[in-house]
Nanobody
Framework: QVQLVESGGGLVQPGGSLRLSCAVS????????VGWYGRAPGKERELVAS???????RFADSVKGRFTISRDNAKNAVYLQMNSLKPEDTAVYYC?????????WGQGTQVTVSS
């Protein structure tokens, strides 16, 4: 069973930064893509950022220019660097790994942006 464990969430002031980490129990190159979804209060879970096996990245329009996604192949880890955070970035962030039609999920980590 694939396991994903997130860390790095917390409370941050507007304009601040956070770095989320996701440890994957398998070689991340086994997956078509890995990345992060966010579920804001009262909303559906939405893709925030992803990186595929070829290194191509995708971002939600709302985070372009502020968030970056990276991976450490040796550590089987995926990271989300979140800069210039806004209150509307407040959400539970879930790490995922995808292969074909299967998605594996972490337990989620809360990010709260508030003064």
């Amino acid at each position: 069973q694939v396991q994903l464990v997130e860390s790095g969430g917390g409370l941050v002031q507007p304009g601040g930064s956070l770095r989320l980490s996701c440890a994957v129990s398998e070689n991340i190159f086994n997956f078509n893509s890995v990345g992060w979804y966010g579920r804001a209060p009262g909303k559906e879970r939405e893709l925030v950022a992803s990186i595929n096996v070829g290194g191509k990245t995708r971002f939600a329009d709302s985070v372009k220019g502020r968030f970056t996604i990276s991976r450490d192949n040796a550590k089987n880890a995926v990271y989300l660097q979140m800069n210039s955070l806004k209150p509307e970035d407040t959400a539970v962030y879930y790490c995922y790994a995808n292969i074909l039609s299967r998605y594996y999920w972490g337990q989620g980590t809360q990010v709260t942006v508030s003064s």
